[in-house]
């Protein structure tokens, strides 16, 4: 697995972590606990699950996790204040942030086709499978609004192809004027009400290549 975030590239082969090409110094235990992070995003892992990938059937305290996240958030030069890459997930665990309260994002395309949601001033570049868009420690998308619920809904990414559904939320789910109760195939300029929130879901595709410019003699 190769992930590029940011700068930074992490190479699980080379289990090695890359800033700007610079390789960055990583514990072992850091570096097994930064991979499980990301191929988890933008789901969340719990300290008890995190606890049996690094420590199997060995006891440890919990601030042996905490000291864990407090290596990668200096590595990855991540404020605490801030979120940009590590959540913390109180009473639960920690996720690697796909789109940052900040706005920070993971740039991961599926296939050929960036899906991505805009809402204000951020943005969340969704992944492949199950996205939840909510304002609880189970979201992949954290929407911080009062009239979006926990876990409000869920955007499915299969290929080029996106479907929004309502998970139950108490103030309801819209594309454009169709409710979506009922799954809701997304195109490219939708808008999406999440309560009063308002997102807009874009698609994006390769461009074309770059054209060269002639010089001015």
């Known amino acids: 697995m190769s992930v590029r975030f940011g ?11 890359f ?9 072992p235990k850091a570096f097994q606990l930064l991979a499980l992070l990301l191929s988890r995003r933008p789901n969340g892992v719990s300290k008890a699950e995190i606890h049996d990938h690094i420590w199997p059937r060995t006891f440890v305290s919990e601030g042996s996790i905490a ?4 290596e990668l ?3 990855l030069r991540d404020d605490p204040t801030e979120s940009r890459w590590l959540r913390t997930l109180r009473g639960f665990g920690y996720a690697f942030a796909n789109a940052g309260r900040r706005g920070g994002a993971v740039e991961a395309a599926t296939g ?7 809402w204000g001033e951020l943005r969340a ?3 492949a499978g199950d996205n939840v868009l909510g304002r609880g420690p189970e979201a992949g998308v954290f929407v ?4 979006v619920s926990r876990s409000h809904a869920v955007i499915n990414v ?27 195939v997304l195109s490219d300029g939708d808008e999406i009400r999440l309560g009063s929130e308002r997102l807009v879901y874009r698609t994006l595709r390769p461009s074309a290549s770059t054209r060269t410019s002639k010089r001015r003699g």
């Not at 190479?11 to 972590?17: E, K, N």
């Not at 800033?19 to 514990?27: D, E, I, K």
């Open 7 to 17: 700068s930074f590239l992490l190479d699980s082969g080379a289990r090695q972590l």
């Open 112 to 118: 050929d086709v960036a899906h991505r949601l805009y």
């Open 125 to 127: 570049t969704l992944q």
């Open 144 to 147: 911080e609004a009062s009239s």
């Open 19 to 27: 800033r700007a090409g610079t390789p960055v110094p990583l514990t």
């Open 73 to 75: 958030r200096k590595a």
């Open 67 to 70: 000291g864990l996240v407090l």
């Open 158 to 184: 299969d290929g080029a192809s996106a479907t929004l559904r309502d998970l139950g939320s108490k103030n309801g789910t819209s594309v454009g004027a169709r409710d979506a109760r009922e799954p809701q």
